[in-house]
């Protein structure tokens, strides 16, 4: 797994992590914004990050298996 994929993934835990937390545990209010939509926005871009993360690692593991097969001759006497 190359650093860009972990970072990736960690990242869309960490969206995911905060919008389930101003989603369910902040009850703040702020005129003219509302927490619980921040918090759902940033669970389903974390989401769907972490949906195209997985995608380029599954795409980079098929593409990096391939067989290497060399013909070498007999050593001449």
Do not use: K
């Not at 995911?16 to 545990?25: D, K, S």
């Amino acid at each position: 797994m190359g650093i860009q994929q972990a970072m990736g993934i960690g990242t869309s835990l960490f969206l995911i992590a905060i919008g389930a937390i101003l989603y369910f545990a902040v009850n703040a209010d702020i005129s003219g914004l509302e927490i619980s939509t921040i918090g759902i926005i940033l669970m389903v871009v974390g989401v769907v990050g972490l949906l195209i993360s997985l995608f380029f690692l599954s795409s980079a593991r098929r593409s990096t298996e391939r067989t290497v097969v060399r013909d070498r001759e007999p050593p001449a006497y």
